[in-house]
């Protein structure tokens, strides 16, 4: 069964950095490209960064520059290194393959950029 654990997120003040993680149950994890999603209250969900199983990198433009997604295909982990984090970046963040290939969702991460 796939199943997504993300952890890491908390309070942090603007400019700050975080640190979010990633355990995948998913078979053959080192095959699929991966992605961060997150939604803001009362947003719809958007991806923000994504990585293929050949570590190629995307993301989306106002994070371009501070986030760093990344994945040790090893340990079934995925990592989104968030830095200089600003008010908008509150969400809370949600790993899956990209696209989505279920409808299971962890529970995600809560991130809180404010003073």
């Known amino acids: 069964q796939v199943q997504f654990v993300e952890s890491g997120g908390g309070l942090v003040q603007p400019g700050g950095s975080l640190r979010l993680s990633c355990a995948a149950s998913?078979?053959?994890?080192?095959?699929?490209?991966m992605g961060w999603y997150r939604q803001a209250p009362g947003k719809q969900l958007d991806l923000v960064a994504s990585?293929?199983?050949?570590?190629?990198?995307n993301y989306v433009d106002s994070v371009k520059g501070r986030f760093t997604i990344s994945r040790d295909s090893a340990k079934n982990t995925m990592y989104l290194q968030m830095n200089d984090l600003k008010p908008e970046d509150t969400a809370v963040y949600y790993c899956h393959t990209n696209p989505p290939t279920s409808s299971i969702w962890g529970q995600g991460t809560q991130v809180t950029v404010s003073l």
């Open positions: 998913i078979s053959r994890f080192s095959i699929y490209t």
């Open positions: 990585i293929t199983r050949n570590g190629n990198t």
